[in-house]
């Protein structure tokens, strides 16, 4: 059972990237899932969420309006587009599964949490 994130890189300030989490070994339109980052020194922080079937979205305030979630249950993926980057976007972003809709930012409350994969905004 794993979570791979992928798609990670540096960008600079207003720029985009798409993030990628392949899931395997469990049947993924069965979880919801759900983005947490970590910024260096801080702790995690809660991003967004989808329902099983991708109708249902939320986000966290800051981005919202920048960020959009989505899933695509025949290829066991989950995807977060970020645009409008800044440099207080810069964290480690990690996917999670569980079998309730769920906001929390603690790996604890989930049954599956992937490797993260890094997100740099800097000029």
């Known amino acids: 059972v794993q979570l791979v994130e992928s798609g990670g890189g540096l960008v600079q300030p207003g720029g985009s990237l798409r993030l990628s989490c392949a899931a395997s070994?469990?049947?993924?339109?069965?979880?919801?899932m759900t983005w947490v980052r970590q910024a260096p020194g801080k702790g995690p922080e809660w991003v967004s969420s989808i329902n099983r079937g991708g109708e249902s979205t939320q986000y966290a305030e800051s981005m919202k309006g920048r960020f959009t979630i989505s899933r695509d249950n025949a290829k066991n993926t989950l995807y977060l587009q970020m645009n409008s980057l800044k440099p207080e976007d810069t964290a480690l972003y990690y996917c999670?599964?569980?079998?309730?809709?769920?906001?929390?930012?603690?790996?604890?409350?989930?049954?599956?949490w992937g490797l993260g994969t890094q997100v740099t905004v800097s000029s």
């Open positions: 999670a599964g569980a079998t309730y809709y769920s906001t929390s930012s603690r790996k604890a409350d989930y049954d599956y």
């Open positions: 070994g469990f049947t993924f339109s069965r979880y919801y």
